[in-house]
């Protein structure tokens, strides 16, 4: 379960489009789920969670799908924006306060 | 902007050196993290503390120390060091500590050692 790298992952988008990134988490107990953002040179910047008991939940432009069954999280992003380009990681919270990060994706918005 | 302060935003220095990070949370938050990410290990947890308490550990060496202040303030003591330890350091916090809460990060330390 702990990130294991490195080699990211690259999404590549047009802007204007949607875009959706994908994790797979490691511990079938763990209760909830955090996506984050990280610019250049920047920490960590959360964007959105998501609890066990739900299955998807909407944010501004983004919306995070939670597949217990298969222990499968995505990030939807609409209408990707060059502000967009970014490192985003999904976390999960294994309990006793301890996030696991997944390796991360890169995000690159297309002009 | 997190609200969490982290400082120096670079620290250059040799092997087996002695370094000492500092956060500052956000402001009424009493739980404080700190994670080291690397080139090949990515983001790693290493130790929070709550309200000066030491509550929870990850991966972190015998040769790293932290602690939390009364002023609720933390620092990462980081000794003998190796080139291997080489990474950014986030401190991050939140409010409680409970596992369904929102870790802030801060902008990070990139510690060099040569």
């Known amino acids: 379960g702990e990130s294991v790298g490195l080699h990211l992952p690259t999404l590549s988008v047009q802007e204007g489009d949607n875009s959706i990134i994908n994790c797979a988490y490691s511990n079938s107990a763990s209760d909830y789920f955090i996506w984050y953002k990280q610019e250049s040179g920047k920490g960590p910047q959360f964007i959105i969670d998501i609890r066990s008991n739900m299955d998807k939940r909407q944010g501004q432009r983004v919306t995070v799908l939670l597949n217990k069954t298969v222990k499968h999280l995505s990030l939807q992003i609409a209408a990707t924006q060059p502000g967009d380009s970014a490192v985003y990681f999904c976390?999960?919270?294994?309990?006793?306060?301890?996030?696991?990060f997944g390796a991360g994706t890169i995000l690159r918005v297309k002009s | 902007d997190s609200g969490v302060t982290q400082t120096p935003k670079h620290l250059i220095t040799a092997t087996g050196q002695r370094v000492t990070l500092r956060c500052s949370p956000r402001?009424?938050?009493?739980?404080v993290y700190w994670y080291q990410q690397s080139l090949d290990q990515g983001l790693q947890f290493l130790i929070q503390y709550y309200n000066g308490e030491e509550r929870a550990k990850g991966n972190i060496l015998e040769r790293f120390s932290a602690q939390q202040f009364p002023d609720l303030h933390s620092e990462l003591n980081l000794s003998s060091l190796e080139l291997g330890d080489s990474a950014l350091y986030f401190c991050?916090?939140?409010?409680?500590?409970?596992?369904?809460?929102?870790?802030?990060f801060g902008p990070g330390t990139r510690l060099t050692v040569l």
């Open positions: 976390a999960e919270n294994i309990g006793g306060n301890k996030l696991v």
């Open positions: 991050a916090s939140n409010l409680a500590g409970g596992d369904t809460d929102t870790q802030y």
């Open positions: 402001s009424g938050d009493l739980s």
